[in-house]
């Protein structure tokens, strides 16, 4: 029965192409990844900035600005440091 199970889990039966996955091609998704991730992270920083100018001063709206602000900075950080953290292990292995 167990090599009945080990021919049957080799047998590959999935419709999905098989490609193989080169170090290029990890660096390019990874990049892209992140820098969609980055973009986003910018993007909503200056959308926190708008809020903050056409807050009025009232105390609620800038509260809502500023905490847009700090989420995205500490988006576009984690962002950054995922980035750093990947590549070094890529390099590495």
């Known amino acids: 029965m167990k090599s009945l199970l080990h021919i049957y889990a080799q047998l590959d039966t999935s419709p999905l192409p098989k490609g193989k996955a080169t170090q290029a091609t990890i660096d390019n998704v990874v990049g892209i990844v992140f820098s969609v991730l980055g973009?986003?992270?910018?993007?909503?920083?200056?959308?926190?900035?708008?809020?903050?100018?056409?807050?009025?001063?009232?105390?609620?709206?800038?509260?809502?600005?500023?905490n847009t602000i700090i989420y995205a900075l500490v988006g576009l950080v984690v962002c950054i440091l995922a980035y750093t953290i990947v590549a070094f292990v890529i390099r590495n292995v």
């Open 39 to 66: 973009t986003i992270a910018v993007l909503m920083i200056v959308i926190g900035g708008i809020q903050y100018i056409t807050s009025k001063g009232e105390p609620g709206e800038m509260a809502k600005a500023k």
